[in-house]
């Protein structure tokens, strides 16, 4: 009886030390404030934040930290400030220093192809202090005939993107590519927004599957594109992820302001990295809300397993632990990582015995199962190199190269093995450029060759014709101008190109750098021009089978260590057939060099690059980039700000500073009339790159005649290109893309004369 009351007694004092230590527990991971509410709904509410109905103390006195709980709905919902700004808390991180709310979707919709028949809403966002996220967010657009914009109220940037198509077969479910449904990036600082949504021709080719054109800001991940969006999209109140810190003050600044400091005891106090103000976080060791007093407490390490390395006997320390070994053991306690020798046993012969057995277990396992499993290894290596191969377009590849009217087979297929060799592994020392989509590598191969090799990010595999066009164009084209394709590599997740390695960057880096562009005299700019233009007029009307480049830009011209040009970029060319003049395509290209008459009817002509090649003239000639916002709205387009210049007789006002101190005025205006004739809205009243070509070299031998005679035109081998047709394109960095491409200079769409 005497024993069972003691037992009774030590049950009874067991669960009291239990309930203590379960209401410590919850003191310490208290949120708020005592006699605060702590939440609405389903939404935790920590300090500084606190609802509107509470105590002042409750919430630090700022309305963004401020939480409107509407009681009417079950469960309750919270809205950021006041309810009437229809703005809903979704969630509140102290850890992340992070508040979700919903945000808005714009549309723009279309009963038929009418302008007056169709309804639109442009959402807009204003907060007071708390930035957007710009590394959880992104802003989408989604139609297959839309242009989206993204505009800071107070008119200080705005940017956006495009996305189009004539078929609902061109589009694909899966992340936006651009084809339905494209996607940029938020700036950082960013507080505020209005949205806005044009169609280039009301939706009229689009009407049966895509009548309305969406457009939101949403945390990335929330959204997944599918085809369906197209008729009715059917993802609704998009999550928006917001940076909040406190006040406007630094660390520093706060420090020194002991009345507006708020970082508790073992905390850490950071600069906010978006917006203003700082953040305060628990100590290492700790956890907790840091903005409540004594509100980051000690973690008990020893309480998770996975929280320490101890072996045998964990000893929690106010903010860490130790470690320790039972009698009969000697060490440092700690699992045997890093520094830790364990718990070892004092008798020799014990640890002699565990060791024997461990060792033999060990040798009787790799003898079992190594040889099967390095020849399963191996085995799925190879398989796995022959699926990259056949995903990547190998077969049609070799197809290709082997067809009897093939007049080269220069084009080699790299193992993986040679690349990673020429790379080493791909070490970032070997980078030399980046693009949105891949990265390019500097190799040296075993012959002593320097090479580029373009390592994409991703490839749609669904677009893997359009990456074999440029292999067969550029292997099979022998131009002294033209940068030279030595192969490419298949056998890798995503499929790898080989060029010869040009030293000197693009032409577009030279002229808009003004460490570089001082160093493009007249002659020089006038003979990469020549040379440009002579490597056009070979595709167009040399080469067995007429090339049309597509995408002709400064950025696409690459230049050596003497200035000579090397045109690139041949993932968006179309092969013409003898007996065709004109193509229609779906319209690709970049902004600010896009053939007008190509854009509004997608009939493709040899005069589509004529357009493009009149503006890189035009960047030539003044030093300015062929789309800039960061220009008023009548000189935002260079063509057209160039044209009415001519025509306004300014053109001189506008020229590059390093042309008009050489004192050559009647030659550069010469250049300027030939790229008004480039420039002609109607293709048919362009002159031919051949004519341009011819023109260009006459005034190169003017320029020359005082000093070093013109360079003279090389001989190019003709050579028989291949039949299919393709519609992708690299962009400079050399990654494959698909689709519309919108190249635009900060991502920003420009105006079209014939949307709404």
């Known amino acids: 009886m005497v024993i069972y009351k003691l037992l009774l007694k030590a049950a009874m004092l067991g669960a009291l030390l239990c309930l203590y230590h379960k209401h410590l527990a919850q003191a310490n991971d208290s949120i708020t404030k005592p006699g605060c509410r702590s939440s609405c709904g389903n939404l935790s509410i920590p300090y500084p934040f606190g609802l509107s109905d509470s105590d002042p103390h409750c919430r630090i006195n700022s309305s ?273 990582v890093g520094d830790g020798q364990g718990c070892i046993a004092n008798s020799s012969q014990h640890l002699m015995e565990i060791l024997v057995g461990v060792a033999g277990a060990i040798i009787v396992l790799l003898f079992s199962i190594g040889f099967l499993y390095l020849g399963h290894k191996k085995m799925k290596l190879i398989k796995l190199k022959e699926q990259y191969f056949k995903q990547n377009g190998g077969l049609l590849l070799q197809q290709q190269l082997d067809e009897p009217d093939k007049t080269t087979k220069a084009t080699k297929i790299f193992s993986a093995e040679e690349l990673e060799k020429a790379t080493d592994s791909y070490h970032e020392r070997r980078i030399v450029g980046r693009g949105g989509y891949g990265t390019v590598y500097k190799g040296l191969l075993p012959n002593g060759m320097v090479v580029a090799i373009k390592k994409s990010k991703l490839v749609d595999r669904s677009q893997i014709e359009q990456f074999i066009n440029e292999v067969i164009v550029l292997s099979q084209i022998n131009h002294r101008n033209v940068v030279k394709l030595l192969g490419c590599c298949l056998e890798t997740e995503v499929p790898l190109l080989v060029y010869k390695f040009i030293n000197n960057g693009t032409l577009f880096d030279h002229i808009h750098d003004p460490k570089n562009s001082s160093k493009l005299s007249w002659k020089t700019r006038l003979r990469i021009a020549s040379e440009t233009a002579r490597v056009l007029s070979y595709l167009h009307s040399v080469a067995s089978i007429p090339i049309i480049h597509r995408d002709v830009k400064s950025a696409n011209i690459l230049l050596d260590a003497n200035y000579t040009a090397k045109v690139s970029d041949f993932g968006a060319s179309k092969l013409i057939p003898l007996d065709q003049t004109q193509l229609f395509t779906m319209v690709q290209g970049t902004w600010g060099y896009l053939d007008p008459e190509y854009l509004h009817t997608s009939q493709l002509t040899e005069k589509s690059d004529v357009y493009s090649f009149g503006v890189v003239l035009v960047e030539l000639l003044t030093g300015k980039k062929a789309l800039s916002f960061d220009r008023s709205e009548e000189e935002r387009s260079l063509a057209t700000y160039f044209l009415s210049s001519l025509k306004n007789d300014k053109f001189f006002q506008i020229i590059a500073e390093v042309i008009a101190n050489e004192g050559i005025n009647e030659q550069v205006r010469e250049v300027a009339n030939l790229v008004k004739r480039c420039l002609t809205i109607k293709a048919e009243e362009r002159p031919t790159m051949k004519e341009v070509a011819i023109e260009l070299e006459r005034l190169r031998a003017m320029a020359n005649h005082s000093g070093v005679s013109s360079t003279d035109v090389n001989q190019e081998e003709i050579v028989h290109l291949p039949r299919e047709k393709t519609d992708a394109y690299m962009d400079t960095s050399g990654i494959m893309n698909t689709g519309y491409t919108n190249s635009m200079e900060d991502h920003i769409m420009p105006k079209v004369s014939s949307g709404r």
Not at 181 to 193: D, G, K, L, M, Q
Not at 300 to 329: F, L, R, W
Request: proline share 4%; net charge negative.
């Open 64 to 336: 963004s930290f401020r939480v409107d709980c509407d009681y009417s709905t079950k469960p309750p919902i919270a809205y950021m400030s006041k309810k009437s700004s229809n703005i809903k808390i979704l969630n509140i991180s102290i850890e992340d220093h992070e508040m979700l709310i919903n945000a808005f979707i714009g549309r723009d919709c279309y009963k038929s192809s009418r302008h007056d028949d169709s309804s639109s809403n442009n959402p807009w966002l204003w907060l007071a202090e708390f930035p957007f996220s710009s590394t959880k967010n992104k802003f989408t657009a989604i139609g297959c005939d839309t242009s989206a914009s993204f505009r800071d109220r107070h008119g200080k940037f705005s940017f956006g993107c495009m996305s189009s198509c004539s078929s609902v077969l061109d589009v694909s479910n899966g992340s936006c590519t651009g084809i339905g449904c494209c996607e940029t990036s938020i700036p950082r600082n960013t507080f505020n927004y209005n949205i806005s949504i044009t169609s280039f021709s009301n939706h009229s080719d689009v009407l049966s599957f895509n009548p309305c054109s969406y457009a939101f800001v949403a945390e990335i991940g929330s959204y997944n594109f599918s085809v369906g969006d197209l008729k009715q999209l059917k993802f609704t109140d998009p999550p928006l992820v917001l940076d909040w810190a406190i006040g406007n003050q630094t660390c520093e600044e706060a420090k020194n302001d002991n009345t507006s400091y708020m970082c508790t005891n073992n905390t850490i106090c950071t600069d906010a990295e978006n917006g203003s103000g700082y953040k305060c976080t628990c100590s290492e060791g700790y956890q907790g809300n840091p903005y409540l007093e004594n509100g980051c407490h000690d973690i008990d390490e020893c309480a998770d397993p996975e929280m320490n390395q101890c072996e045998k006997i964990c000893h929690n320390v106010i903010g860490n632990y130790t470690c320790s070994c039972p009698n009969g053991y000697h060490g440092d306690g700690k699992k045997g």
